[in-house]
């Protein structure tokens, strides 16, 4: 089965930078979509960013394109998330999320899932 782990997160200010990283480990498929969502306290978890392994599209929420960069280390077989501009609206509980489905941006295409990671932006 897939694994994936979750890393990065922190406290950070407004206008600052994280990088989130999720390293996939077990089977894995060159057709997989790797996504990133989020969760704030309350709200349902939300599309965030997604890259595909074989074709390296890229897919961006629009509260986020030209902030947040999404990219890929098939070497590590890691996924990182580039986080610029850092908004207190950007605080949440990050996921990793791993699809069988190509282009996946829905929280019902993926199958796998980190643990989570807090990223929390002050103001």
């Known amino acids: 089965q897939v694994q994936l782990v979750e890393s990065g997160g922190g406290l950070v200010q407004a206008g600052g930078s994280l990088t989130l990283s999720c390293a996939a480990s077990?089977?894995?498929?060159?057709?997989?979509?790797m996504g990133w969502f989020r969760q704030a306290p309350g709200k349902e978890r939300e599309f965030v960013a997604a890259i595909s392994w074989s074709g390296g599209n890229t897919y961006y929420e629009d509260s986020v394109k030209g902030r947040f960069a999404i990219s890929r280390d098939n070497a590590k077989n890691t996924v990182y998330l580039r986080m610029n501009s850092l908004k207190p609206e950007d605080t949440a509980v990050y996921y990793c999320?791993?699809?069988?489905?190509?282009?996946?941006?829905?929280?019902?295409?993926?199958?796998?899932w980190g643990q989570g990671t807090q990223v929390t932006v002050s103001s």
């Open positions: 077990g089977r894995t498929f060159s057709s997989t979509t």
């Open positions: 999320g791993g699809s069988y489905y190509s282009g996946a941006t829905a929280v019902r295409l993926y199958k796998y």
